[in-house]
Structure formats: C-alpha cells, structure tokens
C-alpha cells in the first residue's frame, strides 16, 4: 500500500539556536521522507514534509519531543495532500 501524504508543522518553543532543524532534517533522512524546514519569526519552526503515512506519524513523534537542548511547547499539524515536489529533506536558511 502507497498511502502517500503531505504535513505542514508549526513547532514553536525553544526550537531556534538548539540545532532543531539538524535534528529534524536528520529524522526526515532516517525516514526516507522529503521536503524541508526552515526557521520563521516569533521562534518557531516550519517543517513542509512529505511520504508515507506511517512514516510521517514516526516523524510527527520525533519533533514532539526534539533534541536534547529544545523544548517543544506546542506542535500544529496540517495533513495536505500528496504532491512528490520535493527530490530530498533540506534545511532552508532563509525565508521562502
């Protein structure tokens, strides 16, 4: 079964400066999923992902909790559908 799908994440907290999108990068490589995160203003994270559903819940799990040196405070997920725009996972350093 190829059930496709796409989350977009708002993770705020102390998520900037604590090496959170290495460590969300990293998991989304782990789990063969593609698309990127980036920080945004008010010290949050935006992550856009996509692939397999049950990856993806592994993934959502993962940035619940974060590295070691951040604190998660609050997780927004926003299922979209599949769209297979994306090649890899990659850190995006500046706005889009």
């Not at 990068?25 to 397999?52: F, Q, S, Y």
């Not at 993806?56 to 040196?69: N, V």
């Amino acid at each position: 079964m190829n059930d496709k799908q796409r989350i977009h994440i708002m993770v705020a907290g102390r998520v900037q400066g604590v090496f959170f999108r290495d460590y969300t990068h990293r998991k989304a490589e782990d789990l063969g999923l593609t698309g990127w995160v980036r920080n945004i203003p008010n010290n949050r994270v935006e992550i856009i992902a996509e692939g397999e559903k049950t990856k993806l819940l592994l993934f959502i799990d993962a940035i619940k909790i974060g590295p070691e040196s951040a604190r998660v405070d609050n997780c927004q997920i926003e299922w979209q559908d599949y769209t297979g725009e994306f090649k890899n996972f990659e850190i995006v350093y500046t706005m889009k």
